[in-house]
């Protein structure tokens, strides 16, 4: 008798417990099942913007759970552990308009996820205007400088016209990435040369980044055209360019039309652009015929028939009215 | 010993199933141990309502997702923004930078004014892709205005009809006995602004004004301030002692004031250089009444960038590139 009543007892205090560990297991699990399936299908586009309380009744049977959705803003985008990044190098030299490009530039990169830029002044040393502008965007960055050699026998300031401008910036940034990550580093990332009075879509950096070696794109207002573009055939291959001026160079392309994937530039480490003895509009094939070729490159933009970035140059701004000795107050920074 | 023991055993039954009871009273819903299998449903139900009349406070879980621009506040006033466009090579160009730039001001409203017998395709697909809330009107400046032929001698700034009927929709779409909390601001297409340019106008009373780089022939023009914080004067070359000595992008005007001056518009004609400004600003204030914004003007916040025409010799007599593909 007294083992019947000893068993019932155990199970009388067994079953319920069992029970209650369950359940208690099932409703920690429950909320993240819920959150990723919410994360799957929202698109930017569909925003109506705020607090948008999505209900899910995951099952007539379940504890029901109710999913908020808030749609927040930061300025940049959180960080992704899934999204290559994109190296943005942007050569940049003091002018009156320099603060001006580099804000509006900033402002285009702000939406970029996972985007770090590396800025790199022609000067002898990183200026208080930079490193503030920089520090105040919030952007991921780099803040690099070398100054290209000036030509003492040219009037004022002029840097030597044999070397083409940007061109010891954008090596000192290739460096840079080169001393930094590890050839075998496993961190995915695409290296795009961006100057800072072009224009740029959005929609440019998220057609990058899946570049697996070297991917290319129509770039507009270059080569004396409304834009100039690779020639794509049907088999999605480039085989030659659309342009006027020298079509038959090896990369018939603009600066601002294509982007190396990192491992590459890790991997061909001697790979840079040619300082001197450049033919006018052979620079970037002075880099990429180190890097591949005509065969291997990737057509983005729909098979290159979308112009997704603008080579804008911006008028010197007329600057008379300060006269010999300055009329605004030269602690006033523009 | 026995008592003890039985106590205990007591204890140990009564108290889970106590506490199974509580919660099977919260989620009156049958079997939770089928909660895993439920739960690998693809396809969510409609939710059915009643249940949350028969359930207690069900749990909340908080998801942020990014939002490009920035979510709409009922609590912030509305900056009101109006941009003349034309038609030319770089003005996709031109639209696409400015709409990043304003893609991460909140509460902003795009007036977008083409100057065009019609609204055109490249402008209204810009905007609907943008995500910008936005307003997309357009109005055709006479080519006799555009040639300077009128019989006055003068020539109509550019942007001025389109200007106009910028604050003829805002006039038309809000009434002044409710008028909206907010601001207007006249932006042109190629000029570069900051993202703190919009804080610093967003809380105008009246009309508020601040420096504008490269305009007047100087690094920048700036309005005088007084110790007081008042606007005296404009430290400008160019004819400082105009009534409002100030470029287009270096003010802003409150929405209640615009709709409380209905007859306050930017002079079509007979308007001298510079003048345009005051053509509007006469009418709807004075100059003690100005607020002087970014540290009583004594920073840049707003360029008077211009963009370079593009060299298109290359397309020669019959064009070169693909007409279709947009620019």
């Not at chain 1, 819920?34 to 930017?44: E, L, M």
């Amino acid at each position: 008798m007294p083992k019947r009543r000893d068993i019932l007892a155990i199970v009388l205090i067994v079953l319920p417990w069992t029970l209650l560990i369950t359940v208690w297991h099932q409703s920690t699990i429950a909320p993240l099942l819920a959150v990723h399936k919410d994360d799957g299908g929202d698109s930017r586009r569909d925003l109506a913007a705020g607090l948008d309380s999505k209900e899910y009744c995951l099952s007539d049977r379940d504890i029901v759970e109710v999913v908020r959705t808030e749609y927040v803003y930061t300025r940049p985008p959180p960080w992704s552990d899934t999204l290559p990044t994109i190296h943005v190098i942007t050569p940049t030299y003091s002018r009156p308009v320099q603060k001006a490009e580099l804000t509006r530039l900033a402002n285009t990169l702000l939406h970029v996820p996972n985007l770090h830029w590396i800025l790199v002044e022609d000067s002898q040393r990183r200026t208080p205007l930079i490193t503030r502008l920089l520090r105040d965007t919030g952007l991921n960055y780099t803040h690099l400088n070398v100054e290209t050699p000036r030509n003492y026998k040219l009037r004022g300031d002029m840097r030597d016209p044999r070397i083409p401008r940007g061109t010891m910036q954008r090596n000192l940034a290739l460096r840079w990435l080169r001393e930094t990550f590890n050839r075998n580093n496993s961190q995915p990332g695409i290296v795009y040369f961006a100057d800072d009075d072009n224009t740029y879509s959005l929609e440019l950096f998220e057609e990058m980044r899946s570049t697996r070696k070297v991917s290319v794109w129509p770039v507009a207002f270059v080569g004396g055209l409304r834009y100039e573009s690779p020639k794509v055939n049907a088999a999605g291959k480039v085989y030659g360019w659309k342009t006027v001026f020298d079509p038959h160079r090896p990369f018939a392309i603009d600066m601002a039309g294509f982007a190396v994937n990192l491992r590459l530039i890790l991997q061909r480490s001697q790979a840079y652009f040619k300082l001197r003895g450049v033919k006018g509009g052979y620079q970037e094939s002075s880099l990429l015929r180190e890097l591949v070729t005509l065969n291997d490159l990737e057509p983005k933009a729909a098979n290159c028939t979308k112009i997704l970035v603008w080579h804008t140059r911006t008028e010197k701004p007329v600057l008379v009215n300060e006269g010999k000795k300055g009329f605004t107050d030269p602690n006033v920074e523009i | 010993m026995l008592r003890r023991r039985n106590l205990l055993t007591t204890l140990l039954i009564a108290l889970p199933w106590a506490l199974l009871l509580t919660l099977w009273h919260q989620y009156p819903t049958t079997p939770l141990l089928n909660g895993t299998s439920a739960l690998r449903d693809e396809g969510l139900p409609s939710c059915v309502r009643q249940q949350q009349s028969i359930r207690a406070t069900p749990k909340v879980i908080q998801n942020y997702v990014y939002s490009r621009p920035p979510p709409w506040s009922d609590s912030l006033p509305t900056i009101f923004v109006i941009t003349p466009t034309y038609t030319r090579p770089v003005q996709k160009a031109e639209l696409t930078r400015l709409a990043n730039t304003f893609l991460h001001v909140q509460n902003l409203h795009w007036v977008v004014v083409e100057d065009s017998p019609r609204r055109t395709n490249l402008v209204s697909n810009l905007l609907e892709k943008a995500g910008l809330n936005f307003t997309h009107l357009n109005v055709e400046t006479p080519k006799s205005l555009k040639l300077g032929l009128s019989w006055i001698p003068s020539h109509t700034p550019r942007g001025t009809l389109q200007r106009n009927l910028g604050l003829h929709w805002l006039r038309d779409s809000f009434s002044n006995t409710a008028p909206p909390e907010g601001v207007v601001y006249f932006a042109d297409d190629d000029n570069t602004y900051s993202l703190e340019l919009f804080e610093e106008m967003r809380y105008t009373r009246r009309v508020s004004v601040w420096p504008v780089a490269f305009v007047g022939g100087l690094r920048y023009e700036s309005p005088k301030v007084s110790p007081a914080g008042k606007v005296v004067g404009w430290k400008t070359v160019f004819d400082p002692n105009r009534p409002f000595a100030i470029d287009m992008a270096g003010f802003a005007i409150s929405i209640k004031l615009i709709l409380e001056k209905p007859q306050a518009s930017f002079k079509l004609e007979g308007v001298k250089g510079g003048y345009q400004e005051t053509s509007l600003l006469k009418d709807l204030v004075t100059m003690d009444g100005l607020e002087p914004k970014a540290a009583n003007c004594t920073k840049v916040l707003v360029w008077h960038t211009r963009t370079e025409r593009p060299t298109l010799v290359n397309e020669g007599k019959r064009g070169f590139t693909d007409p279709r593909v947009e620019v």
